[in-house]
């Protein structure tokens, strides 16, 4: 897809925004499943591509050396149309759901860092998109992109010291002062993507402890709010282009209005649970759930880029007089590499079109996805470093940088084991610990 076709085709945010409003995914007899792209789809994944082979992957080396986020790769982005709310919106509108695990794959083939960098505001725009109201997310998502000659960038804070995998010990309170209509925020949150350099942040606090995860509401931040600062960034093994660190609140205080979905329906929610009754979402886990076909997709796109890097090179590369892949023993691991790939990208795909069609996760099909991917990629990656040999270990070439990257997908939107218990607890019907 050219520029033009992108800003000829793209939704607007007006458009995104009423379609949010009348309605959530399609009904059951939407578009039935089918692995032949549309045209569109098609065209999507060519621009793309574009522009990570063209612009992502010569600057990915040193982005990934200075460990700071790549600003001008972003507006880049934004320029094209990308880096937008608007793209975001129509990767996402696709009824068969495939145009945005399509979209990242081939982004983060290009760099991961910088794939990160630009759809680390993702989380945060989609946690407005899962659980704002119409009002909301029209004021606060274009805010979470900035414009393309002024980009910004959004951050999703839920993990904090002592709630990683347990979301339910997270600490950071959220207090209502009902005569000035404001929340007041305490607490501090880790790891956060684009922490403290984001204009809008979207933190997860407790407004009841007694009640775990099930007291939880999400909050926007607004950009300059007095009472949330950046603490500690955090120095990295791999997506190193992305900027990571902790965010302190404190005595933060936002309108009332940035309680996303607003008091009355997190009223209703916590008196349902009071009463015993299961509550309908869970602010933190219902985002994780949406995203994780997406960070699979990513995770692919670091694998592919592997792959496609090592098979290259062991036609090149030459020793006891033949090139290396004539040995079964490179050529059939090439193999599996595509194998598993390709595997993977299936169960991507599956979840993320059930995801979009409405079907029930019967099996955490979602997490089925995030996990195998993720190990796919770390496997795929340290592969093709062997593959390399003393090349593949150096900073000379580009398959050591994909396997620190590809690590993160094991831990973070729910680690390895964290994706196995859901699992497990899906298949099973019992609690596993
Ligand atoms: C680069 C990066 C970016 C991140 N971005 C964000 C972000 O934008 N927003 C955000 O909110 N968070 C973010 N995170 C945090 C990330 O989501 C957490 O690190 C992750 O959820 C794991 O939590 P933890 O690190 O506390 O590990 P822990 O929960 O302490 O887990 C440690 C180990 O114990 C295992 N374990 C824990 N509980 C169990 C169990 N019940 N059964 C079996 N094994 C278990 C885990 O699988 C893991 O192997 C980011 C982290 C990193 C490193």
Known sequence: M????????????????????????????????????????????????????????????????????????????????????????????????????????????????????????????????????????????????????????????????????????????AKYDEAADEWV???????????????????IASVDRELGSRGHAAFVIPPGTKGCEQGAKVKKHGLRASHTADVHLDECRVPGAC???????????LARVREGKRSKSQAA????????????AQALGIARAAYEYALEYAKERRQFGKAIIENQAIAFTLADMKLEIDAARLLVWRAAWMGRTGQKFENAEGSMSKLKAGEVAVWATERAIQILGGNGYTREYPVERMHRDAKIYTIFEGTSEIQRLVISRSISGVHVK
């Open 285 to 296: 886990m219902q985002t994780f759930e949406a995203s994780r076909p997406t960070v699979g």
């Open 185 to 203: 925020i305490n607490g501090q949150k880790a790891w956060a993507t684009n922490g403290g350099i984001a204009d809008v942040h979207v933190v």
């Open 259 to 269: 309680l996303l979905g607003g008091k009355e329906k997190l009223d209703e929610r």
């Open 2 to 173: 050219t520029t033009t076709d992108a800003a000829e085709t793209t939704t607007t945010a007006d458009e995104i925004v009423a379609e949010a409003a009348g309605g959530s995914a399609p009904a059951n007899d939407g578009p039935s499943f089918t692995l032949e792209l549309t045209q569109d789809q098609k065209d999507i994944r060519e621009w793309v591509h574009g522009f990570a082979e063209g612009v992502v992957r010569p600057a990915a080396e040193e982005w990934d050396e200075r460990e700071e986020t790549p600003w001008p790769v972003i507006q880049e982005a934004a320029k094209i149309g990308l880096y937008s709310f608007e793209a975001l919106g129509q990767f996402w509108a696709d009824e068969t759901g495939l145009t945005l695990p399509i979209a990242n794959e081939e982004l983060f083939w290009g760099d991961a860092g910088i794939g990160m960098a630009i759809m680390g505001t993702s989380l945060a725009v989609a946690a407005i998109f899962g659980q704002g109201t119409p009002e909301q997310m029209g004021e606060w998502i274009p805010q979470c992109f900035g414009s393309a000659d002024d980009p910004k960038v959004a951050a999703f804070c839920a993990s904090e010291p002592d709630a990683g995998s347990d979301v339910s010990a997270i600490r950071t309170s």
